[in-house]
């Protein structure tokens, strides 16, 4: 994930985060790095985070409409998808039903709040055929319970910053699993998830 405060130019995937978690959102500086990144970067982010309001679904989605429908983008970013954000505050349906525009969906709050809604914004971004991205899904475990709940893609700082390699020792392990699972692969109940990448 980049953040406008700190983008690095190099040749594989990454996604574009708006910076907002800190409190110190600034417009300006997140559309010059959208920029920058359609212009010097080798390949297009894989999704762009709309800018949000963390802990505040009803603020967050104003801001939504704010930044898709009122305020000008750089050349280039109608191309590329973009992710609206879920957080606390609201029902998880009555924020599915404010979608729009979007390609995805990504999802902030505390690793409780993830955790109680997970299974069902998955099973409602798959209902209106969006992409479901988690951002830090926390604890040793979080990767694997990302998996198995179904997200399409992840990030954390957590292993990199703290150098927890073990992280992906567990994500491995239950990517491992054999035979035809019953039920299938990302359906309700499954313990193995149709994931098709990651972000770092």
């Known amino acids: 994930m980049w953040m406008p405060q700190k983008m690095t130019l190099y040749d594989m995937n990454y996604a574009h985060d708006n910076g907002a978690y800190g409190g110190h959102f600034d417009g300006d500086v997140w559309v ?6 359609l212009t010097e970067m080798p390949t297009e982010p894989d999704f762009v985070v709309l800018p949000d309001v963390p802990g505040d679904a009803k603020a967050t989605i104003e801001t939504h409409r704010e930044w898709l429908y009122d305020r000008p983008l750089c050349l280039g970013a109608g191309e590329v998808m973009r992710y609206w954000v879920l957080q606390p505050g609201l029902p998880i349906g009555e924020q599915f039903d404010a979608v729009e525009g979007c390609q995805g969906v990504f999802v902030g709050g505390s690793k409780r709040w993830l955790r109680a809604h997970g299974e069902q914004i998955v099973a409602e971004a798959r209902e209106r055929d969006l992409r479901a991205h988690v951002g ?4 040793k475990n979080g990767l694997v319970w990302a998996y198995r709940t179904g997200f399409d893609s992840c990030d954390t700082t957590t292993i990199f910053q703290n150098g927890y390699w073990h992280y992906l020792d567990r994500l491995e392990d239950a990517t491992e699993e054999t035979g035809s699972p019953d039920p299938e692969p990302g359906e309700p109940g499954s313990q193995q998830a149709t994931v098709t990448e990651w972000s770092a």
């Open 32 to 37: 010059s790095t959208l920029e920058r990144a």
């Open 136 to 139: 830090n899904p926390g604890g």
